[in-house]
Every structure is written in C-alpha cells, then in structure tokens.
C-alpha cells in the first residue's frame, strides 16, 4: 500500500535551504519516493491553516517512508535544513 510523506515547511533561510534541497533531493530518489507536491502555491480554504511551503512524497509502502526519514542520507538533508527552516511532517498510509 502506498504512503505519503507530507510536510509544511516555512522556510526562514532560503540560502541554507537550499542545501537541504540538494541533500533530500538525493535521498528522496534513493528511497524510491515520487514527489507529488514541491512548494507550490497553497491556497487555504478551511480551518484557519496557512502553510508556506508543502512537500508531498509518494513511497511505495509506509515501510519505505520511515526508512527514508531514518536514513543517514535523509540525516544529511536535515542537519543541513537546522536554522534554515522550521518543518513540520507527517507520514500516512494511502490506499491501494
């Protein structure tokens, strides 16, 4: 079954990020993720949420997605992204 990974990132240093970018980037093709959503406009519609930047990965299984965000590459990325952004994540099963 598939999982996404979602994330609602506000980013407070576009320069820093911009390695953590790079470095995800990487562990997101060897964790076999599809990106669905990478920062693109976000328009609120109910309950007061406004995000500034969503991130939506598609992985094979949830199994795959905890992989991804306990692996030393993904470890990389987030060491990277410390100072430069203040993230939120959720991963969550999908369906067949």
Known sequence: MAAYLIADSNVTDPERYAEYRKLS?????????EICVRGGAVTPL????????????KFPSIEKA???????????????????AVMRMIAVEGTD
């Open 66 to 84: 905890r992989a991804f965000y306990a692996s030393a590459e993904y470890g990389r990325a987030r060491q990277a992204r410390e100072g430069a």
């Open 46 to 57: 109910e309950g007061g949420w406004e995000p500034s930047r969503i991130v939506v990965l």
């Open 25 to 33: 980037s990487l562990a997101i093709a060897a964790y076999g993720a």
